[in-house]
């Protein structure tokens, strides 16, 4: 089995090692893998090559899908058209393509456009919360995550079976998903407390008190503006394929902020011209109920979190049934989410993508 | 030396065992220290007691502060005028009262109101980002942070030298500051951040979407929320008595957010609509600029702060020097800043307190 991977970064790295650990089981051994690695840059070719994760690398990417039986196309978002031009009249028929962008519904649309119909496409995208390059690659980053994955129209039910296996080999679990649903999800999830650490930090650095602020800024600070501190040229990317998602996100929690500032209003000790008013004319119990909401819903999220965790953790890299897959899948081919819209027709005008947040 | 902490929560119960080392020490074996701690609450008292904080407890507050020469008001910011009530016939004349709040013109406007001429009040604020009970108390919570302290108009530099070498005691830097700036500041660094991730968790965890969302969501929406998921008492306390500031750079946030998503719009492969357009007809720039922007802020500031950091753990607990802290003084009595302007004077109708900051 020949499985060839396009772009060397943090994510093809780490899925490289994950499938070299693979090879040495009983299964990997009966599969015989051959691990092809490609990268426009020589430089990520060779940091690979020093951490011994590919068999060989090619010097082009037409070389590297040659008769190969799933091609993983790890590149930035942006780069995957033209990734996709370059190697599809060198697909072997029957080949499955997958990849691991951040953002869904414009990979899809650039594989219908491109990809010959002779291959399986099925996108996919782990939740693995990092940003690094291959030097931090480990085979151990997708442990325990959720993985998305998005069935092209059409697509073959083994391409999903073979593409769901290869995600538990790399100990993440398969998660199908409508790319649009998938696109406003982490648009709210990812994309935008990215955006909302970087235009905190581009406030308080472009203000006049930034040199006195920076010495009061402390840990809080520090996490909540710690996603704005890298991986530029993958978020850029994001927010070119994703837009309207993120767009209409940004909107919502600007309405947000705006209800949570005439709560403060109301709550606070000074009138609007910033003059003391008495005590007796706050009214904090709004304010108050804003915050106690917020503080239980994470704490919810993080107890759940935390119990998948250790469920994965309790389980090992437990592999799950075909039965489990097959509901996966079931869910995915008929589940009323899928088959109720398509991306690309009639969510294309609602930029909140199909589920829109119910405003309280 | 007797000190009293009134308020036994993380802040006074570190304060507390800081002090408790402080007395092992040839000064503080000088200085014969007593240590006295009062909570309203007996189940603070028996927590502080078990953990051997304080030489003893007592009933009242009015006992507390009786013949203490150090007081130190270590409760939540809406608990500080009660307080001040309550002991203000019962200081030492020439007795020294501090406190340990988050917001601090309102802190000094109730000093000026309540405290007699003759006690100095000098305020004060740890910026040591961490919320948690008194079970978490530790002597070096606030070792290498910056101490803000703030003197009442009037205030001996006695006063001043005592609470600077206090806070020195603790390990933490002392930074004198005027008041309407320390709300203006920690507005933008502290509060805002704070309200930014509650405003995101309730975005979210209000959408149709959650229940997938919350699958999604990973480190990234971990560390970005991370803020919102505790101290809500405090936090309320923090935004009733700094509406204002708070206010003014929500507003300017709001303003930050909508420059961002106009970069997102000329930079997305949609259009308003959410219709693809052509990739030429996207521009990226601006968006890209915007981002790194942030991204090399943040990292400065990190290297800043890791680096102010290493210095302090190469010192040690280093005090600074008398002179060190005399121009330190120099600075808040004399200072261009200081000098321009006094809390509740012309600040008052400037929400975004004394240094707005310069929009780009």
């Known amino acids: ?20 650990n693979w090879a040495k089981t009983e299964e990997g051994q009966a599969a015989n893998l051959e691990l092809v690695g490609f990268d426009a840059k020589g430089k990520q070719k060779a940091l690979a090559d020093k951490m011994g994760i590919f068999h060989r690398y090619t010097a082009t990417p037409m070389d590297a899908v040659k008769d190969a039986d799933v091609v993983i196309v790890a590149t930035p978002v942006m780069a995957v058209r033209d990734t996709f031009e370059d190697i599809r009249e060198h697909l072997k028929p029957g080949a499955i393509v997958t990849d691991t962008c951040s953002t869904k519904r414009q990979v899809m649309a650039w594989a219908k456009e491109l990809l010959p119909t002779t291959v399986s496409f099925v996108g996919g995208h782990p939740m693995a919360g990092k940003t690094a390059s291959i030097e931090k690659a480990d ?23 073979t593409v769901g296996r290869l995600v538990t080999i790399f100990g993440a679990n398969p998660y199908f998903m409508d790319p649009a649903e998938h696109d406003s999800y982490t648009a709210a999830i990812s994309h935008l407390p990215f955006l909302a650490a970087a235009g905190l930090v581009n406030l308080v650095g472009s203000s006049q008190g930034w040199r006195e602020m920076s010495r009061l800024a402390s840990t809080g600070f520090q996490d909540t503006t710690r996603l704005a501190g890298g991986g530029i040229a993958m978020h850029l990317d994001v927010c070119r394929t994703n837009s309207d998602s993120i767009i209409g996100w940004i909107d919502r929690y600007q309405q947000q902020l705006s209800e949570l500032r005439d709560l403060i209003e109301q709550a606070g000790l000074f009138d609007e011209l910033g003059r003391p008013k008495p005590e007796s004319l706050s009214e904090p119990a709004g304010l108050e109920k804003y915050l106690k909401d917020a503080a239980e819903t994470r704490e919810r999220w993080q107890a759940s979190r935390q ?49 829109p947040p119910d405003h309280k």
């Open 1 to 20: 089995m020949r499985i060839s991977i396009i772009g060397l970064g943090l994510i093809g790295g780490s899925i490289g090692l994950a499938l070299r």
């Open 139 to 161: 085979p151990n980053l997708f442990k325990g995550c959720t993985y998305c994955l998005m069935a092209a129209v059409g697509v073959k039910e083994e391409a999903l079976e």
């Open 307 to 355: 119990m998948s965790q250790s469920a994965e953790q309790a389980s090992g890299v437990e592999m799950p049934t075909s039965k489990e897959l097959r509901s996966n899948y079931t869910r995915m081919l008929f589940g009323s989410l899928f088959t109720r819209r398509r991306p690309g027709q009639d969510d294309q005008n609602n930029p909140a993508g199909p589920n």
